[in-house]
C-alpha cells in the first residue's frame, strides 16, 4: 500500500532553517509528481511546493518562493523540503502527499519561534 512518511520537523528560531524529508513506498515513486502541504493552527491546509516526477519543475507559492526549496532523489523514493529564512507564519504542520491524490503523509510539526 502507498505510505509516506515525513520527518525532519522541528523548532527553530526565525531566520533559521529545515529539512524535510519524506520517504515514499508502495508506489512507482519516479512517475508522479509530489508536493509539500502544511496547516497552521486554525488554518486550512495550504499549498506549499511541487515537483515534477523527473525534477525538472519545482514550483511553489508565493509564500515560501525564495526561501525553501523542493528536492526529489528518484533512486531512493525520497522528497525533500529545504526551508531557509524561516518566520513565525512558517509554523505549522507539514505534510507530503502525492500529487493529485488522497496519499498524504502523518505529518511532521515545524515550530518558528523565539
Known amino acids: 500500500q502507498v505510505q509516506l512518511v515525513e520527518s525532519g520537523g522541528g523548532s527553530v528560531q526565525p531566520g533559521g532553517s529545515l529539512r524535510l524529508s519524506c520517504a515514499a513506498s508502495?508506489?512507482?515513486?519516479?512517475?508522479?509528481?509530489m508536493t509539500w502541504w502544511r496547516q497552521a493552527p486554525g488554518k486550512e491546509r495550504e499549498f506549499v511546493a511541487d515537483i515534477s516526477s523527473d525534477g525538472s519543475m519545482p514550483d511553489y507559492s508565493d509564500s515560501v518562493k525564495g526561501r525553501f526549496a523542493i528536492s526529489r532523489d528518484n533512486a531512493k523514493n525520497m522528497v525533500y523540503l529545504q526551508m531557509n529564512s524561516l518566520r513565525p507564519d512558517d509554523t505549522g504542520v507539514y505534510y507530503c502527499r502525492r500529487s493529485n491524490s488522497n496519499y498524504w503523509g502523518q505529518g511532521t510539526q515545524v515550530t518558528v519561534s523565539s
Open positions: 508502495g508506489f512507482t515513486f519516479n512517475v508522479y509528481p
